[in-house]
């Protein structure tokens, strides 16, 4: 399994125990996902309330060379006796895994193997914060992401799966939301404290052999969308993704136009992928752009521009797990009594999904964006 040197943050090692085995922990977790799709959890027949109700609790200890194994469920937990290592690490860490045959169903949609799955958990992990407002901590391994959620997001979650399912099974080739491929609730004893995290499992929009020097985060409003301040005329600098990034916003665009193939039909997809949200009040999603010189040095999973630029681009949706909610309303007011309502990101999902939609048809060149047909993207 190749690096991928756009991974956040600071890689995780031995020298920080804890952290270290609870690193074990997932991957163990995200094995035993994998091994559940080989045994054909999921038989094809439909869904149901159940289904997005199930929960499997694993018991991961520490085995004899120190990493972490999954040794049963919660009903073996009275019989465990972790090993004997000299790493001060929790005796045991519970792994929660949730709706595993709804996820089995979404991985299935979207073409991913279960060995797949497996592999791409084996691997230097690395562990950030993130750079937005919101404090979520995120683990990157390859081509996997993984966020922590709240317990908001996480309570929108389980509201939100059962129509997730039926629109990828609907686009299962070009939709640009994020791949959702597993849910996790870590729980361990640090101490005195009990931890618990709350996990969602990803794909890496970022995930590239190659260095991605320059990332945009596009949300199509202005008021604080600007990372970086350069002289006028000049383009930002690069964003290195690697400890202490900087991830470009809307303003630091400078007039950039993404010269990507089947441009229109791309954004026939967005506008699906856009209703969707909207249909589900959500907001603050934003579009995540990566950018860099083609190299030559052999296959990417990147898109190559159509133009003589010889640029890379990396792109798709990150952030749909928050509403429109009272306490976002409040948010809108409050931001009003200091810029205009049209500039600022926190207004109600119509407005939020007609900006958004009319910044990307510029960073595309799409012209008469309202017209595009709304059209499921098809491999080709």
């Given at each position: 399994?190749?690096?991928?040197?756009?991974?956040?943050?600071?890689?995780?090692?031995?020298?920080?125990?804890?952290?270290?085995?609870?690193?074990?922990?997932?991957?163990?977790?995200?094995?035993?996902?994998?091994?559940?799709?080989?045994?054909?959890?999921d038989d094809g027949k439909e869904l149901c309330k159940?289904?997005?109700?199930?929960?499997?609790?694993?018991?991961?200890?520490?085995?004899?060379?120190?990493?972490?194994?999954?040794?049963?469920?919660?009903?073996?937990?009275?019989?465990?006796?972790?090993?004997?290592?000299?790493?001060?690490?929790?005796?045991?860490?519970?792994?929660?895994?949730?709706?595993?045959?709804?996820?089995?169903?979404?991985?299935?949609?979207?073409?991913?193997?279960?060995?797949?799955?497996?592999?791409?958990?084996?691997?230097?992990?690395?562990?950030?914060?993130?750079?937005?407002?919101?404090?979520?901590?995120?683990?990157?391994?390859?081509?996997?992401?993984?966020?922590?959620?709240?317990?908001?997001?996480?309570?929108?979650?389980?509201?939100?799966?059962?129509?997730?399912?039926?629109?990828?099974?609907?686009?299962?080739?070009?939709?640009?939301?994020?791949?959702?491929?597993?849910?996790?609730?870590?729980?361990?004893?640090?101490?005195?404290?009990?931890?618990?995290?709350?996990?969602?499992?990803?794909?890496?929009?970022?995930?590239?052999?190659?260095?991605?020097?320059?990332?945009?985060?596009?949300?199509?409003?202005?008021?604080?969308?600007?990372?970086v301040s350069p002289p006028p005329g000049t383009p930002?600098?690069?964003?290195?993704?690697?400890?202490?990034?900087?991830?470009?916003?809307?303003?630091?665009?400078?007039?950039?136009?993404?010269?990507?193939?089947?441009?229109?039909?791309?954004?026939?997809?967005?506008?699906?992928?856009?209703?969707?949200?909207?249909?589900?009040?959500?907001?603050?999603?934003?579009?995540?752009?990566?950018?860099?010189?083609?190299?030559g040095e052999g296959p990417d999973c990147g898109t190559?521009?159509?133009?003589?630029?010889?640029?890379?681009?990396?792109?798709?949706?990150?952030?749909?797990?928050?509403?429109?909610?009272?306490?976002?309303?409040?948010?809108?007011?409050?931001?009003?009594?200091?810029?205009?309502?049209?500039?600022?990101?926190?207004?109600?999902?119509?407005?939020?999904?007609?900006?958004?939609?009319?910044?990307?048809?510029?960073?595309?060149?799409?012209?008469?964006?309202?017209?595009?047909?709304?059209?499921?993207?098809?491999?080709?």
């Amino acid at each position: 399994m190749g690096g991928n040197p756009n991974r956040l943050g600071v890689d995780i090692t031995d020298e920080d125990p804890v952290a270290w085995f609870v690193k074990g922990c997932l991957e163990a977790a995200i094995r035993h996902t994998a091994e559940c799709d080989t045994k054909d959890t999921d038989d094809g027949k439909e869904l149901c309330k159940k289904d997005f109700n199930e929960k499997q609790d694993l018991v991961c200890v520490q085995n004899d060379e120190g990493g972490a194994v999954v040794v049963g469920d919660k009903e073996d937990q009275t019989s465990l006796s972790p090993a004997k290592g000299k790493r001060r690490v929790p005796n045991k860490v519970k792994v929660r895994v949730h709706c595993k045959k709804i996820f089995s169903r979404i991985r299935k949609n979207w073409g991913l193997i279960s060995d797949t799955l497996s592999e791409e958990s084996r691997g230097v992990w690395s562990d950030s914060m993130s750079p937005g407002k919101s404090g979520t901590r995120m683990y990157c391994v390859n081509n996997l992401l993984l966020k922590t959620m709240s317990e908001g997001e996480t309570e929108f979650l389980k509201k939100l799966l059962p129509s997730y399912v039926n629109h990828i099974a609907e686009n299962p080739y070009g939709s640009h939301l994020p791949k959702l491929l597993s849910w996790y609730t870590v729980s361990y004893r640090h101490g005195v404290s009990l931890v618990t995290e709350r996990l969602l499992v990803m794909n890496n929009i970022l995930a590239s052999p190659q260095k991605i020097p320059t990332i945009y985060d596009l949300k199509g409003s202005s008021f604080g969308r600007s990372a970086v301040s350069p002289p006028p005329g000049t383009p930002p600098p690069e964003s290195p993704p690697r400890r202490g990034s900087i991830i470009l916003k809307d303003n630091d665009l400078m007039g950039r136009i993404l010269h990507i193939p089947r441009a229109a039909e791309v954004f026939g997809q967005l506008k699906r992928d856009v209703d969707f949200l909207e249909g589900h009040n959500i907001v603050d999603y934003s579009f995540l752009v990566g950018v860099r010189k083609d190299d030559g040095e052999g296959p990417d999973c990147g898109t190559p521009a159509t133009d003589s630029s010889k640029e890379v681009y990396y792109i798709g949706m990150i952030d749909i797990l928050t509403q429109y909610t009272p306490m976002k309303r409040i948010e809108t007011r409050l931001l009003g009594f200091v810029a205009d309502e049209n500039t600022i990101s926190a207004v109600p999902a119509d407005q939020y999904s007609a900006r958004f939609l009319g910044r990307i048809a510029g960073v595309l060149e799409i012209d008469n964006w309202e017209l595009v047909e709304k059209e499921p993207l098809h491999e080709g």
